[in-house]
């Protein structure tokens, strides 16, 4: 009878996901602009790399660019952004520009932390993001603190904390969904579950693995959301944004997604099959799903959305021959920026 009553708890505790609505025509294009320049940088991020004009670790983001463009298609200016070391695509998403970006990932003066930070640790106060952290789930801490920064202010505004499934086993996230919902802070704990974290699955590594349930013993709302499309991630976001936003307290999105390409730049993915990849890119790929509905629904023409590609692909080659040719930091930065 206990386990009965257990289960039922834990059935209302998960809000079950809506069918997605459709985007409109503005949001469509501007979702596939969005992806695309994400998709497209880390794709010459991953050149760049291969090079050798990025140094230490690269996480690239291929494969989950619906997962933060749908977010900020949901978001309100003034919300907070913060996540992990798989970082490009979020800041990209912010409309941080690419230049600081792949600067930053090159190591050079331009770069958004003055090319002493790299992939793993760029900020933008302008933007409301704050990171890019190498730590796992150490982010999902500083999210939270960011949450009681606007609820003692009374500024209206959210915090997007996003973490993976691998950080989502991390005691730390546990205590910030305490306090969180204790205190009734407006976060929204995003986990982007690509399936592995960094080479193991999930049905290996967790015992739950429904991540929107990592909340009830802490009475905090979740929901599972299919990451690959943009419209369900816009329409889960809306709904998490306006249960915190109004003071009910966190709420998480659990966004089932996928990346294409190993944890890191390192990793050789040999802990899943190569059919197993290509399924996902031909049935499920974010940005093919908007492109083939939009030419489905009329709503534009192959020559436009060609355009758009050759737009962005001039904005990543702009991005990378300044990242390339910018100078590297003087060697008094390093005494620069430094608490003692």
């Known amino acids: 009878m206990a386990i009965a009553a257990r289960a039922k708890s834990a059935k209302s505790a998960s809000v079950p996901a809506a069918a997605p609505p459709a985007l409109t025509r503005d949001q469509e294009i501007f979702a596939y602009r969005e992806m695309l320049l994400i998709r497209r940088f880390e794709e010459k991020a991953g050149q760049l790399y291969g090079m050798g004009l990025i140094g230490g670790f690269c996480h690239l983001y291929i494969g989950q660019e619906a997962v933060v463009v749908g977010m900020q298609l949901a978001m309100k200016k003034g919300d907070q952004m913060i996540t992990g070391y798989r970082d490009h695509g979020h800041m990209l998403a912010c409309g941080i520009d690419p230049k600081g970006v792949m600067a930053e990932l090159t190591g050079r003066r331009g770069g958004l932390s003055k090319g002493k930070g790299g992939s793993m640790h760029m900020f933008s106060k302008e933007k409301h993001f704050y990171g890019g952290h190498g730590i796992v789930g150490a982010q999902v801490s500083l999210g939270t603190g960011l949450a009681f920064a606007n ?23 546990y205590e910030s969904f305490n306090i969180a919902e204790l205190w009734k802070l407006p976060v929204v704990f995003v986990i982007e579950n690509n399936r592995y974290a960094m080479g193991t699955a999930v049905t290996r590594a967790s015992a739950q693995q429904d991540f929107s349930r990592r909340g009830i013993s802490f009475n905090i709302p979740g929901e599972q959301v299919d990451g690959m499309d943009v419209r369900a991630v816009k329409a889960a976001a809306e709904k998490a944004l306006a249960w915190a936003r109004e003071g009910k307290g966190p709420f998480i999105l659990e ?67 300044f990242a390339s040719h910018n100078p590297e930091p003087d060697v008094s930065e390093l005494w620069t920026d430094i608490l003692a």
């Open 255 to 321: 966004m089932q997604t996928y990346r294409y390409r190993g944890h890191s730049m390192s990793d050789p993915a040999k802990y899943r099959t190569k059919e197993e990849v290509q399924k996902m890119r031909e049935e499920h790929d974010p940005i093919e799903q908007v492109s083939a509905r939009m030419l489905r629904e009329k709503r534009a023409k192959e020559d436009e959305l060609k355009a758009i590609d050759q737009t962005v692909r001039a904005i990543v080659n702009e991005a990378a021959e």
């Open 151 to 173: 609820a003692y202010r009374k500024n209206g505004s959210v915090s997007v904390a996003y973490f993976g499934d691998g950080a989502a086993n991390q005691g730390q996230v």
